[in-house]
């Protein structure tokens, strides 16, 4: 099939690149010239694992290429996923469709024959059904233009592997043929038996937000029984392999450390939090805005805890924080509770060095007053305190030894139990880790 992506980021590129890995011609858009040039290339503007060799080779091959112009995608394609940005609002609670909705009115005056555009970003319930009315207004084709929903479940760091092997397909259809459509598009991944569920487009809708709101709280919920760990001089990771071996509970992403950030999930959690407000369903509110309060104190919590170690205040301290994105495998920093905890220390009078293998660019523009440096091994000398702060393998697999002869009295404090606390300790170092006793 001929397939376009509209909007090229976090979300549209990996789309684009797995559309073509599946056998589709696909046709990308973006507004941004100097970023459709680089993606024709080859050049891949966002870190993405796997990411940057899918593109080259599709580019290359002329399976996928890419341009600014909507009325080239319209006349090339019959099927169109809507993968532009949907950030929270101004009153920070609701989605802000502006993008969804702008990119609808300019792709419509080119729908001449029938065509069914995808949603993929998350947004609001009802957003499908008024997108539909716009489009069936405003397009040539009229009615014969549909409107599916199909949200994405893609772990950043794991877009590609996420979108070539999901754990499931979720198509929220108007009729049996945008079903039709939709089961075209993915017919590659459901031969290979990949679950499909077939739903109402606001069902698909709810679908998105509640997974990602109740992740969030899966997080908050183990962060606060960290706290509880901490008070009662108790072990979070013990108590989390135990529970977690429950099939009800599962292991899975039942993880202390410094809370949820990213692109999806603090934005989504506020959004769904906001629609169960409007929908009247104000226990369901109360208890998804507890968790986002846990999130939101994860920073301070997280000071505390080196405070702690320290035995002293940061203020004069000279700091160095491992980790710019909000988790391994990606650049991107949006929410990034690593950042969030720099930034506190910064404010509170620590001389802050930020380490990243990926991330630095972008959290550079995010967060210019902090340092940064480029090399893990530079980016501790001098540093009285090393903080773990997202779980890249390549802080797991440092050298204890040869960093401690960089340090005096070197003290790390791993927020994301990622090291082996032994051989840090062998090597001479204070350690803490998020939600262990204090005495290990």
């Given at each position: ?19 073509a ?7 990308g ?31 290359a ?62 947004v609001?319930v ?26 994405e ?34 017919a ?26 109740y ?30 071996v ?61 405070e ?133």
């Amino acid at each position: 099939m001929r397939v376009s992506v509209i909007g090229c980021g976090h979300l549209g590129i990996p789309h684009a690149a797995a559309m073509a890995e599946i056998g589709h011609e696909v046709i990308g858009v973006d507004l941004d010239r100097a970023r459709i040039d680089r993606l024709n290339a080859g050049e891949c503007p966002i870190y993405e694992e796997g990411l940057p060799e899918l593109l080259a080779t599709h580019t290359a091959s002329g399976q996928l290429r890419f341009t600014t112009d909507l009325a080239e995608a319209a006349a090339f394609a019959d099927v169109h996923f809507l993968a532009v940005g949907t950030p929270i609002d101004a009153d920070g609670r609701s989605y802000d469709t502006g993008q969804v909705f702008g990119a609808a009115r300019a792709l419509a005056p080119f729908l001449t024959r029938p065509a069914v555009v995808v949603g993929k970003s998350t947004v609001t319930v009802g957003t499908a059904r008024d997108l539909g009315a716009l489009l069936a207004r405003l397009s040539p084709a009229g009615e014969e233009v549909e409107v599916a929903w199909n949200p994405e479940f893609l772990r950043e760091g794991h877009a590609i592997e996420d979108t070539l092997r999901p754990d499931r397909i979720v198509v929220g259809v108007p009729s049996s043929r945008a079903e039709d459509v939709m089961r075209q598009v993915y017919a590659p991944l459901l031969r290979a038996q990949v679950p499909l569920f077939v739903t109402d487009p606001a069902t698909a809708e709810l679908i998105k937000g509640a997974a990602n709101a109740y992740l969030g709280m899966k997080i908050s919920f183990i962060n606060g029984v960290a706290d509880m760990c901490a008070a009662a001089g108790a072990d979070v990771h013990q108590l989390t392999e135990a529970i977690g071996v429950d099939p009800r509970i599962g292991r899975a992403g039942l993880n202390a450390g410094p809370g949820y950030g990213g692109g999806c999930l603090p934005k989504d959690a506020r959004a769904f939090t906001a629609s169960a407000q409007a929908l009247g369903a104000l226990d369901a509110a109360t208890l998804l805005r507890s968790a986002e309060l846990v999130n939101e104190s994860r920073p301070a919590a997280a000071l505390a805890l080196i405070e702690e170690t320290l035995g002293r205040q940061v203020e004069g301290v000279r700091v160095t924080v491992w980790g710019a994105s909000f988790k391994a495998g990606t650049d991107d920093v949006r929410e990034s509770p690593a950042l969030a905890i720099a930034a506190l220390m910064h404010q509170r009078g620590a001389d802050v060095t930020v380490h990243d293998p990926h991330a630095v660019t972008a959290a550079l523009r995010r967060n210019p007053e902090l340092e940064y440096c480029e090399d893990l091994v530079d980016s501790a000398s001098g540093a009285e305190l090393i903080v773990v702060a997202t779980e890249w393998p390549q802080f797991r697999d440092a050298d204890p030894k040869a960093l401690a002869t960089l340090v005096t009295d070197p003290v790390l404090v791993d927020l994301r139990n990622l090291l082996h606390a032994d051989s840090w300790r062998t090597a001479g170092w204070t350690v803490r880790q998020l939600g262990r006793p204090a005495q290990e």
